[in-house]
């Protein structure tokens, strides 16, 4: 007959397992430690780098994306606030925030073009005419940052993806599917007739002339009826590869 743990039995293992649970939290904790000293060395030879270059960060866009992805490996976020460290060397802070101030106010001037929604690429365009004279390169990477920013705005102020192409939206205007299928088909050509919706995507009239209609109330599209074929066309500004905007008040 086998024989039950007795009680001087039962206590050792409970005694075992405190010390395989205390033994268990300490190296947690050596490895917690660690792993903040490493962070802290990291982030002072972060320090010591933004130093060193910190007029290639200001002025270089690339090397400024690379910086940017060195901080976030190490948890630090040059952006989070305007004062501190890192305003005080690089003025990254005031930069960005200088660049969303301009976003917002292209955005806002090319709204009745495009019924607020742009292009990354146009934006960025505008935004180098706008800051011709400025010692700082913009690029792309640096308009998403600065449109990150933005989100405290509230509703808008968000970066889309329809297809390959990048749209920022400073509108809370809510694309579903249909309507993204739309503006994807768009970029070809600038513009779809009802015909070629149906074709293409395999809709039927009334489905296609509603995302259209619906598109067009929003300011999002533009109708051209001086065709000989008699069919309407609707244009997007928003996925021209052309532009036809040239408002003074965005360069």
């Not at 982030?43 to 910086?67: C, T, V, Y």
């Amino acid at each position: 007959m086998r024989r039950r743990p007795g009680i001087g039995g039962l206590q050792n293992a409970a005694a075992a397992r405190d010390q395989y649970r205390l033994l268990g939290e300490n190296v947690a904790k050596l490895r917690t430690d660690l792993m903040k000293e490493q962070l802290a060395t990291f982030r002072s030879q972060l320090e010591d780098f933004a130093r060193k270059h910190k007029n290639d960060i200001r002025k270089n866009p690339a090397f400024r994306s690379q910086f940017h992805e060195m901080c976030a490996k190490v948890g630090v976020d040059p952006l989070a606030s305007n004062k501190g460290f890192w305003a005080e060397l690089l003025g990254i802070g005031d930069f960005y925030y200088e660049l969303g101030v301009q976003i917002v106010d292209i955005c806002l001037a090319t709204r009745p073009h495009n019924g607020g929604l742009i292009s990354l690429e146009e934006l960025c365009k505008l935004l180098g005419q706008r800051r011709r004279g400025a010692r700082e390169a913009v690029s792309q990477d640096d308009c998403l940052r600065a449109i990150s920013k933005l989100k405290v705005l509230g509703n808008g102020f968000e970066v889309i993806s329809i297809g390959k192409k990048k749209l920022v939206r400073s509108v809370p205007t809510e694309l579903n599917k249909d309507h993204n299928e739309i503006l994807e088909l768009a970029q070809v050509q600038g513009f779809v007739t009802v015909d070629e919706v149906q074709r293409r995507l395999s809709w039927s009239s009334g489905r296609a002339t509603d995302a259209l209609e619906t598109l067009l109330e929003e300011g999002l599209a533009m109708i051209d009826d001086g065709h000989k074929d008699g069919k309407r066309r609707y244009w997007f500004p928003c996925v021209s590869s052309v532009s036809s905007y040239t408002g003074t008040d965005a360069a």
